[in-house]
């Protein structure tokens, strides 16, 4: 467990206070962007960040005015980028998009994946994948791409070769803002704005990971050429992703996914558990802290997939379990061990 730690340790003092300086830049040039520009936080948000990223203040049909233009060049000019590292810039951005959910008052499915469940979904993955292997990550629902940008950043330090990302949304804001975090924190990923249910184009991958969105798909004609469509009415998006994401994996290639806690309970768990049966190994299905979510209802859990081919084989025992709270470090420290002796006797790597 011991090398694990730092995924789960806390942010030293002196990040914090980095993190601290960076989101009072991004807050204050925001401000001054939304009431010149009359936009949206999370337009204002963009446009900072792409003056950041351009060293410039960018001007149409005068605005923002010569008053404003200088004070956002002084303000610019108190942060040098290049001085902070990946982590750092996306928790300012977090913490600037926590602001922009509560002004904009943002839709529940746009909002941010929490770096708990990132910082989990980076340790499973680092159990499951051997640190000699050349990593390449899809995130078949990435959104603002905080989920994505949270595991690179916790993976990367471990790997001597740069991890490869990449990212769908139909989205295009939320595609925006994972645009420009990604180019500020001059992460490897390619983005691809497109309904995760077309055909993808990026090439194959060994790692899948997802907050999938939960609801139903409305185009029906569309997903007939998938098992794990409805056979009567509307099919779960969430199942249908799923599908999606472990198709665009090699052979063995692991899928790590937020799904509804109930999922196998559904009445179209039935047509999923078919569909498992013939593409993927179902090796763990782990509850996430109840401290996380408002209520039972909104619950989710991590389902483990394994693609079948190449040395995959279901494990004799399936990881079953729950996650205890972040606080009570006695009691996570002893379940992250129990992964890691399951791991040992029933993963090949």
Do not use: C
């Not at 609801?215 to 779960?236: C, I, M, W």
């Not at 109930?262 to 179209?268: A, G, K, L, R």
């Amino acid at each position: 467990m011991s090398e694990y730690l730092s995924f789960f340790g806390e942010v030293s003092i002196l990040a914090q206070t980095a993190t601290e300086t960076l989101f009072k830049v991004l807050d204050q040039s925001v401000t001054i962007l939304m009431q010149q520009l009359s936009v949206s936080y999370v337009d204002a948000l963009i446009e900072t960040g792409d003056n950041l990223l351009s060293q410039s203040v960018h001007v149409e049909d005068g605005k923002p005015d010569a008053a404003q233009v200088t004070s956002l060049e002084q303000l610019y000019q108190t942060v040098t980028l290049s001085q902070y590292d990946a982590e750092t810039i996306r928790r300012a951005l977090q913490l600037a998009l926590l602001k922009a959910i509560h002004n904009d008052r943002v839709d529940p499915n746009h909002q941010m994946t929490p770096d708990s469940i990132g910082l989990l979904t980076a340790y499973l993955i680092a159990k499951l994948v051997g640190v000699d292997e050349q990593l390449a990550i899809l995130d078949i629902a990435v959104g603002t791409g905080n989920l994505l940008t949270t595991v690179i950043n916790q993976l990367q330090p471990t790997r001597s070769t740069p991890i490869q990302g990449y990212g769908v949304d139909n989205d295009d804001n939320q595609l925006a803002i994972a645009a420009m975090s990604m180019e500020l924190q001059q992460s490897q990923v390619e983005l691809f704005h497109q309904d995760g249910i077309d055909p993808l184009v990026m090439p194959k991958t060994n790692v899948a990971i997802g907050d999938l969105p939960v609801g139903y798909y409305p185009l029906d004609e569309r997903v007939q050429g998938f098992e794990t469509k409805a056979t009567n009415g509307h099919s779960y998006t969430h199942h249908l992703l799923m599908e999606q994401a472990m198709s665009q994996l090699l052979p063995g290639g692991w899928g790590v996914f937020l799904v509804p806690t109930t999922i196998f309970q559904s009445q179209e768990a039935q047509g999923l558990l078919k569909w498992m049966s013939s593409a993927a190994y179902l090796q763990g299905l782990l509850n996430l802290p109840a401290n996380l979510f408002l209520d039972e209802k909104s619950r989710k859990s991590m389902v483990v997939l394994q693609k079948r081919g190449g040395q995959a084989q279901q494990a004799g025992k399936v990881l079953l379990g729950e996650f205890p709270s972040f606080e009570d470090k006695a009691a996570f420290e002893a379940f992250t061990a129990q992964i890691d002796t399951w791991v040992g006797q029933n993963i090949i790597r």
